[in-house]
């Protein structure tokens, strides 16, 4: 079996390398704590979103970019003990914070994951929502991340964004793009339900497409032309 290992290892690394870069901005990574907690939870965001993709006990919930563990910490309870919650960021500091919050807390039912730029590094078929919650934009490789994160999700599962319909270099992600690009890489659109402020898009993973056939959408969520 070792003999395979190399094959095996550039077999895991081609996606990230074969999939378009987005034909847009990428956002910088900012603060996690982009919003006071307090103001986003009068204004019902967390509970919305929860009640909205009807989120509830037994469920694995997945935070992509979990940030300061705004919704991690919303989630655990929801999920409750025979649930969990899978906190994932590609900034190792955070989850550092976000562990200790964590431990404050006293939630027995949180993981944590380094992820990449292109991989989300989450366990196959363990996932039964993933979320992205106000981080799209800052994806540096969207395409060949979505591709990974298909053989994370549960028969079933699915993927829910929120973000602002605005350019991505504001911090938000156009409707229209978001959607081209996620489709893109062979989702299909469920839902998507306008929220105040931005919108909920929830997709369920298709057909994976090859790679090479996937062009990447321009700002104005067309594929760009090849050649």
Known sequence: MKRFAPFLLLLASTPALAFPQP?????????????????????????????????????????????????????????????????????????????????????TNVRFVLGAAGDPKLAPASVDTALMIHMYHEIAQPYAL???????????????????????????????????????VGYDLVSITDLTPGYLAVFKPGRAPDPAAVKACRSEARPAASG
Do not use: F
Not at 72 to 94: H, I, W
Not at 96 to 102: A, P, Y
Not at 152 to 180: F, N, Q, W, Y
């Open 146 to 184: 979505l591709d990974r994160l298909r053989g994370s999700l549960k028969p079933g599962g699915r993927l829910a964004i929120v973000d602002l319909d605005r350019p991505s270099e504001d911090h938000g992600m156009p409707k229209a793009t978001l959607v081209c690009e996620v489709r893109s």
């Open 23 to 107: 034909q847009r901005e990428v956002a910088r990574i900012v603060s996690p704590a982009w919003a006071n907690e307090a103001s986003r939870d009068r204004a019902g965001e967390a509970a919305n979103v929860i009640r909205l993709l009807g989120l509830g006990a037994g469920q694995t919930v997945a935070d992509i970019g979990a940030g300061s563990g705004y919704y991690t910490v919303r989630l655990s309870p929801v999920v409750g003990p025979r649930g969990r919650v899978v906190a994932q960021d590609v900034v190792p500091r955070y989850l550092t914070d976000l562990k200790r919050r964590v431990r404050r807390a006293g939630l």
